[in-house]
């Protein structure tokens, strides 16, 4: 089974600040991890993943995420947040099994970006 | 991309009727699609894993005889609440599986039960 734990529910920030949204994750598998965001009544964006390799990954509209396995983190950040980058994000893990992928999500973490 | 669309985006229903929500990959065949419930400021939940040409497989909890998906060929998943009522009434997402591992979302439908 797997648990993430998102343990920030809101993170208020200005604009053009940096951000760092964390995410911690258990499992008794190896796991693949996501981040993704949702916008009001909307479905879910993917942002980034990681799958093997580097542990620096980046995504689209300027965020990137660090894997640290000792820690069992996947931190999201962005050096420069817009007004634009204020919505719900999730970080999400599921299972390398292939008979088992469906997503185990964190609670979310809501960004507010102020001007 | 792989597309998801999701129809209808928003119903509203009376208590004891019934509500279809379809789901469809639009650009791309999807052996094993999801379907996740969410509540208002609350996180996704697993409902059932819909595999084309088998029974869904569904999480602890959620009652397969009022919530019926079917999944009758590669892009179509569909779920049906049966004899809905205002506890059912949520934001209803799908995803399919393109490739090996990633999801694609479908934007999602609005239920309203009254």
């Known amino acids: 089974a797997q648990s993430v734990t998102q343990l920030d529910s809101q993170v208020p920030v200005f604009e053009e600040a940096p951000v760092e949204l964390r995410c911690n994750y258990s499992s008794s598998v190896s796991v693949y991890l996501f981040w993704y965001v949702q916008y009001p009544n909307q479905g879910l964006q993917l942002l980034l993943k990681?799958?093997?390799?580097?542990?620096l990954v980046k995504g689209i509209n300027g965020f990137e995420a660090e894997f640290n396995k000792s820690q069992t983190s996947f931190h999201l950040r962005k050096p420069s947040v817009h007004i634009s980058d204020t919505a719900e994000y999730f970080c999400a893990v599921s299972g390398m099994d292939t008979g088992r992928r469906a997503l185990t999500f964190g609670s979310g973490t809501r960004l507010q970006v102020q001007p | 991309g792989a597309v998801v669309s999701q129809h209808p985006s928003r119903v509203i229903c009376k208590s004891g009727t019934s509500v279809k929500i379809e789901c469809r990959s639009l650009d791309f065949q999807a052996t094993t699609m999801f379907w996740y419930r969410q509540f208002p400021k609350k996180s996704l939940m697993l409902m059932a894993t819909?595999?084309?040409?088998?029974?869904?497989?569904?999480e602890q909890g959620v009652e397969k005889d009022k919530f019926l998906i079917n999944h009758a060929s590669l892009t179509l998943s569909t779920l049906t609440v049966t004899s809905a009522h205002p506890e059912d009434s949520s934001f209803y997402i799908c995803s399919a599986i393109a490739g090996a591992y990633e999801q694609y979302f479908g934007p999602g439908t609005r239920l309203t039960v009254t």
């Open positions: 819909s595999n084309e040409g088998s029974k869904a497989t569904y």
């Open positions: 990681y799958l093997s390799g580097s542990t």
